[in-house]
């Protein structure tokens, strides 16, 4: 699959339910309300669309939410979904399949997932202090997330670290947590605020841009820049002093949109070509339209085909408004 700008598209993100059980202040309003349950695909017509994208060459698949192990029976998909992992050299397959999640749920998932052919998570943890952990994700436990860490790294899994930086929250934090990471051999990846979704507040006290961050975290850290990639948008240095890697995800202070090589699904089936676009393809009509999986590979291709150059994430200072009205936790990031 090649998009208009020459972009090969080889990595989708499937968030396979909306519903999360913390309410972290960046992503969601407290009261938020959830899709029905009735309007969410099945986990088989989750795994035919998954299915039909690595026939049309996706090699990389994430798993998001909301919290993508509080979907019921989650693991049946994640399991079959592994099977399609190793493929032989030029025939459809996965190279890697892939999770985010906050941790909540990992002290009972870590090994299945390993079972399962997973070797790689992304654990979303924005201070290592529990009281401000509390704060920011307002219903959830720092322990019960360390716990499921410490279980993910037992299992085998590599660990990465995701912190959304937050301006007057946890900024002066970083060099405490990227201590931390190297001690347990994680990599940490910094993320600027993203404005999607009404919350509760301003997001203009939440920016903080990553130039500054870096800027901070170098006068005590060596970090060279290096090629590093995992499929994603952040940009990789080595920290030399703990052997780890330090990535930074910057969708306001640097457009990260002319390497994109990713598309994002729904868990209503709708897919959207961009994180900050919303033109989208409603591919739930076309699965329970039709059998027949050409017809499904024809309208994943003409989505691809409208696929935009870039984002248009600018925050509205005047009137205080996200740059669109979709929540985070719609598209899982």
């Known amino acids: 699959m090649i998009d208009p700008f020459g972009r090969t598209i080889t990595y989708l993100r499937i968030s396979v339910t909306d519903r999360c059980d913390f309410r972290c202040v960046y992503c969601m309003a407290e009261d938020m309300n959830f899709l029905p349950k009735g309007d969410l695909l099945s986990l088989e017509e989750l795994e035919r669309l998954a299915t039909a994208f ?3 060459g996706v090699r990389k698949l994430r798993l998001t939410g909301g919290e993508p192990l509080v979907r019921r029976g989650v693991m049946a998909l994640v399991n079959r979904l592994g099977l399609q992992i190793g493929a032989k050299p030029g025939e459809p397959g996965l190279d890697e399949l892939t999770l985010t999640t906050n941790g909540s749920q990992l002290a009972r998932y870590a ?4 079972a399962a052919g997973v070797r790689r998570i992304n654990v979303s943890i924005d201070t290592l202090d529990a009281a401000k ?7 959830g436990r720092l322990p019960q997330v360390l716990d499921g860490v410490m279980a993910a790294k037992a299992a085998g899994l590599k660990v990465k670290i995701n912190a959304v930086a937050l301006k007057d929250v946890n900024e002066h934090e970083f060099d405490g947590m990227l201590d931390w990471c190297g001690a347990h051999g994680f990599d940490l990846c910094l993320i600027e605020t993203m404005p999607l979704g009404e ?7 939440q920016y903080l841009p990553l130039s500054l961050v870096r800027q901070r975290l170098a006068a005590h850290w060596t970090l060279t820049p290096t090629d590093y990639v ?8 080595d ?7 330090l990535g930074f995800i910057t969708p306001l202070t640097h457009n990260f949109c002319e390497g994109c090589n990713r598309v994002r699904l729904t868990c209503t089936g709708t897919l959207y070509m961009c994180l900050g676009q919303e033109d989208a393809a409603d591919l739930r009509r076309v699965l329970r339209g039709s059998d027949d999986d050409a ?3 024809d309208a994943i291709r003409a989505a691809i085909a409208r696929k935009p150059k870039g984002h248009d994430f600018v925050i509205d200072r005047a009137h205080n408004r996200p740059a669109l009205a979709r929540h985070m936790s719609v598209t899982g990031g």
């Open 111 to 114: 090994e299945d997932l390993a």
């Open 230 to 237: 995992t499929g994603g948008p952040a940009r990789y240095f």
């Open 295 to 297: 017809v499904l590979a």
């Open 133 to 139: 952990f509390a704060a920011i994700t307002r219903w």
């Open 199 to 205: 919350i509760d507040g301003d997001r203009m006290d």
């Open 239 to 245: 920290v030399a002093e703990t052997g780890t890697r």
């Open 54 to 56: 690595v026939r049309l």
